[in-house]
Nanobody, 124 residues
Framework: VQLVESGGVLVQPGGSLSLSCAAS????????MGWFRQAPGKEREFVAA????????AYADATKGRFSISRDNAKNTVYLQMNSLKPEDTALYYC??????????????????WGQGTQVTVSS
């Protein structure tokens, strides 16, 4: 399984950014997908997750209302649209795949495949 994130850049506070994660080596529409992030000196934290069909989503309190997760099963890609970005959103963002048959989960211990991450920096 390979997960490749892209889209991370330097953006000003209040700006928007869209991340992508291209997956290969798995039956993409058989798995829920998640986004996590880790800032320097902090633990990895849940950002958002989406069910296999895309019909259900979950968000961390810190990102609810500002971030939106979506997926295109035909392209084996999951997206994270980030709006109203804040300096505290600065982190390395990872996409991840949970165990087979695992539904939506915010628990990072349930995720078994991880990408290398893409850096998002929010600064003026």
């Amino acid at each position: 399984v390979q997960l490749v994130e892209s889209g991370g850049v330097l953006v000003q506070p209040g700006g928007s950014l869209s991340l992508s994660c291209a997956a290969s080596g798995l039956t993409f529409d058989a798995y829920a997908m998640g986004w996590f992030r880790q800032a320097p000196g902090k633990e990895r934290e849940f950002v958002a997750a989406i069910a296999r069909s895309g019909a259900r989503t979950a968000y961390a309190d810190a990102t609810k209302g500002r971030f939106s997760i979506s997926r295109d099963n035909a392209k084996n890609t999951v997206y994270l649209q980030m709006n109203s970005l804040k300096p505290e959103d600065t982190a390395l963002y990872y996409c991840a795949v949970p165990r087979a048959l695992q539904g939506l989960t915010t628990d990072d211990t349930e995720y078994i495949y991880w990408g290398q991450g893409t850096q998002v920096t929010v600064s003026s």
